[in-house]
């Protein structure tokens, strides 16, 4: 349905501004296609020549200057973007099929159920069910008030058991994610995932990290900020190495280095005390950088060396007990070679791997998240 109604103008309607709410979501979908160069347009506007709809939208505490003088979007904002994010990809799937993951195993959690029982010792008083308890006192004291309780009266609701699960999103920065709507898409479904496990499930830690040439862990700021690294070279075959230490000249940013998203990734995860941990990956393309060392070695067409290197990052996941699932997206062409590696990245973890559309790729991801968090592993 159209957010808009026309008719014509007879002098006698009157005329509604928008409200700062609309303006800032107007301002966020370019941020969200374009990362922060839409906020460093601003930076040389003065104060006092500010547009009416960024004053408003900054009296409304969703932008404002940071101790630079540079905007940014304020916390108020970005939780803004996140649940708009959210409530507009739970629109675009089954939202029956999306939900808070429970297990079969009875014990104190956070969702109650309808079944109730009497309270045992070291049950959390949260889980009262505090109609039946009164009930209860009230029949044994055989009416009247005050009513009296007992600890015989006490009843608590069941709950469903649920694990606490960390997770590590890696988002392909390459030059390629810049075509098709693949980045905006992508961000806009990681920001919805982070609303997501704010929401629903407050216990669990989840971590942004884009790889392109390197691999960098993202804010929730950086992330709404970020964009795809640009193109700085066009050759067709490239092979260069450069020292991680002492890199001779500018090191192209626009590479594909899985493995550098991976290794980060995994050190992140092992950090966490979560019983299950795992690691979205969304790519466009195979892997064109590798680590060897203190290097980074850039090669381009993918080769078989960077594929093994990546490869042995991911048994390196595995043997840690954490879940990998990857996600390539095809574009407007079948795209055997991505197919066939993510594939194999399935294979050496024994996790999950597809090929999908960017129209699709929310209901993946956030499938993927929440069979993640099904697997419970025990360490021994």
């Given at each position: 349905m159209s957010e808009y109604e026309y008719s014509k103008w007879d002098g006698s309607q009157e005329f509604l501004p928008q409200s700062a709410d609309k303006l800032f979501d107007q301002l966020s979908e370019y941020i969200l296609q374009y990362g922060d160069d839409v906020l460093r347009n601003l930076e040389d506007v003065d104060d006092d020549d500010l547009p009416e709809v960024i004053e408003l939208i900054q009296k409304d505490g969703l932008i404002e200057r940071d101790d630079e003088g540079?905007?940014?979007?304020?916390?108020?904002?970005?939780?803004?973007?996140?649940?708009?994010?959210?409530?507009?990809?739970?629109?675009?799937?089954?939202?029956?099929?999306?939900?808070?993951?429970?297990?079969?195993?009875?014990?104190?959690?956070?969702?109650?159920?309808?079944?109730?029982?009497?309270?045992?010792?070291?049950?959390?008083?949260?889980?009262?069910?505090?109609?039946?308890?009164?009930?209860?006192?009230?029949?044994?004291?055989?009416?009247?008030?005050?009513?009296?309780?007992?600890?015989?009266?006490?009843?608590?609701?069941?709950?469903?058991?649920?694990?606490?699960?960390?997770?590590?999103?890696?988002?392909?920065?390459?030059?390629?994610?810049?075509?098709?709507?693949?980045?905006?898409?992508?961000?806009?479904?990681?920001?919805?995932?982070?609303?997501?496990?704010?929401a629903q499930y407050p216990q669990d830690s989840i971590q942004m990290i884009g790889f392109y040439t390197f691999a960098s862990p993202m804010t929730e700021r950086q992330l709404l900020n970020s964009a795809p690294k640009p193109v700085s070279m066009y050759d067709s075959r490239v092979h260069l190495r450069f020292d991680l230490d002492k890199p001779q000249g500018r090191v192209p940013q626009h590479f594909t280095n899985i493995q550098a998203g991976l290794r980060l990734a995994r050190s992140h995860l092992l950090r966490q005390s979560a019983a299950n941990k795992q690691i979205i990956v969304i790519t466009d393309g195979e892997p064109t950088a590798h680590l060897e060392g203190r290097e980074v070695v850039l090669i381009y067409p993918p080769a078989e060396k960077t594929a093994a290197h990546t490869l042995n990052e991911v048994r390196r996941c595995a043997g840690a007990g954490i879940r990998v699932s990857s996600y390539a997206l095809i574009e407007d062409y079948f795209y055997i070679g991505l197919v066939n590696f993510v594939q194999e990245m399935a294979r050496v973890s024994n996790g999950v791997a597809a090929y999908c559309s960017v129209d699709d790729l929310g209901k993946f991801v956030f499938e993927s998240f929440i069979g993640g968090r099904h697997t419970r592993r025990y360490r021994e």
């Open positions: 540079k905007w940014r979007v304020t916390p108020k904002g970005i939780r803004r973007i996140q649940d708009k994010s959210l409530h507009e990809l739970f629109q675009t799937f089954n939202r029956d099929g999306i939900g808070r993951h429970e297990t079969q195993q009875k014990g104190e959690g956070t969702v109650s159920l309808e079944d109730t029982r009497p309270y045992v010792y070291g049950d959390s008083l949260a889980n009262i069910d505090m109609h039946e308890t009164l009930k209860n006192a009230y029949i044994r004291q055989g009416g009247g008030v005050p009513i009296r309780l007992s600890h015989e009266d006490y009843i608590v609701h069941e709950t469903e058991y649920q694990t606490r699960c960390a997770t590590v999103v890696l988002i392909d920065m390459s030059g390629s994610m810049g075509r098709y709507g693949k980045y905006y898409t992508t961000k806009k479904v990681a920001i919805a995932l982070q609303a997501m496990v704010r």
